[in-house]
């Protein structure tokens, strides 16, 4: 069975804002190493300027099925359509001066394969070890036995996380959102 992962489903749940990410503006990425699709490590804290980490819980491939119960969970369906967002955008955010990052907890193997059957112009990082969670107290949510991130997407710089999208809905339209924060801001 083939899922289409390039497009929302009709009649999603909308997340609402449960405050878990509240806390966020104004601190300071933590220095850490995260593995990069690119095969180096990446730390956040160490990029000088201005990026762009979107973070998402998991990203589907086309012949495996989703978690059972994935599209009822609000905000949990769309990890797809949002790297795709960000991709359409790329050009537009390096304009602004901007770096993209994607980030999940799926290990640099697992999301090499969307970063190569997407095209992404950019790195997606693995925080397997759910670091940042522990660092920032970001939110997470369990599915079956897996823990994953809830979707939010920071911008940052020189460290400081200054703009926080959460919840992020519809997932299709956050690269927009972000362009349209960053030219206004």
Request: with cysteine; aromatic share 8%; glycine share 6%.
């Amino acid at each position: 069975m083939s899922i289409n992962l390039n497009t929302l489903p009709q009649g999603l749940p909308i997340p609402l804002d449960d405050g878990l990410a509240a806390h966020l503006e104004g601190l300071y990425l933590p220095e850490i190493s995260l593995a990069s699709t690119s095969g180096n490590n990446v730390d956040l804290k160490a990029i000088s300027g201005r990026l762009v980490v979107y973070i998402y819980p998991l990203t589907g491939r086309p012949d495996v099925p989703l978690p059972d119960g994935w599209d009822e969970i609000p905000g949990a369906r769309g990890c797809t359509p949002q790297a795709c967002d960000f991709s359409d955008h790329f050009l537009e955010l390096q304009q602004l001066n901007t770096m993209v990052f994607g980030l999940s907890s799926q290990t640099s193997e697992y999301q090499l394969e969307l970063k190569n059957r997407l095209h992404l112009p950019f790195d997606l990082l693995s925080d397997h070890a759910f670091q940042l969670k522990s660092h920032l107290n970001l939110p997470v949510f369990n599915v079956g036995d897996l823990l994953l991130y809830k979707r939010l997407t920071m911008i940052v710089e020189n460290s400081l996380i200054k703009k926080v999208f959460y919840p992020v809905f519809p997932p299709n339209q956050n690269g927009l959102q972000v362009v349209n924060w960053l030219k206004s801001n």
